[in-house]
């Protein structure tokens, strides 16, 4: 008689998990959730946060001053899809005084978003990138800023069709969600 012989399972095969399950995961490494399988993040560098922490700190300084609603750090999670779930962590996010519930969750939010940045680091794959973004805006975002340090440039997207490149010399504003936040794009390099 000849054994049978299994072929190594493949990765697909594994089963898909829930925000739920991944919340399970949480201290024991960096994880995003994309279509119920679980993604690891290493890290950032110093310049990555360096550049998340200048941003974040300059839109929240704003809402704070203005209360309009509540800046998010990295790692705080934001569940865009169910069944199979994908839960994405921005760089920098802002949910509004209107978006927000009146209990805030004690997990992963269930609703996107109003803004949120990703920073660009040196070995992210640019169709992974424009992946997010393209999850980030379907699920509700108004505004997603890719910032790309090495170029000292923000892809400031308010959809998929309506995208516009800051340069160093230009000056940031999101009106429509932010009003009055204007933010030279040399202070987020410096």
């Known amino acids: 008689m000849i054994a049978p012989t299994l072929a190594p399972p493949d990765a697909d095969s594994k089963p898909l998990l829930t925000a739920e399950d991944l919340l399970a ?9 994309v279509k119920g399988k679980v993604i690891e993040m290493s890290p950032p560098g ?27 750090a990295a790692e705080t999670g934001f569940r865009l899809s169910r069944n199979p779930d994908t839960v994405r962590a921005p760089d920098v996010a802002f949910v509004s005084n209107e978006r927000l519930p009146a209990k805030l969750p004690k997990g992963y939010a269930d609703f996107a978003p109003d803004l949120i940045a990703e920073v660009v680091s040196p070995g992210d794959d640019p169709d992974d990138i424009q992946t997010k973004i393209t999850e980030w805006l379907n699920a509700g975002v108004r505004l997603a800023l890719v910032v790309y340090p090495s170029s000292r440039q923000i892809a400031v997207y308010r959809s998929l069709r309506d995208v516009i490149i800051l340069t ?23």
Do not use: C
Not at 52 to 69: D, F, Q, W, Y
Not at 171 to 181: K, S, W
């Open 25 to 33: 995961l949480q201290g024991r490494g960096r994880f995003e959730l």
């Open 46 to 72: 110093f310049e990555h946060g360096t550049i998340a922490m200048t941003l974040g700190e300059l839109i929240a300084s704003h809402v704070r001053r203005n209360k309009l609603g509540r800046v998010l």
């Open 168 to 190: 160093d010399s230009d000056t940031l504003t999101a009106d429509n969600i932010l009003p009055g936040l204007s933010i030279p794009l040399a202070s987020i390099f410096s």
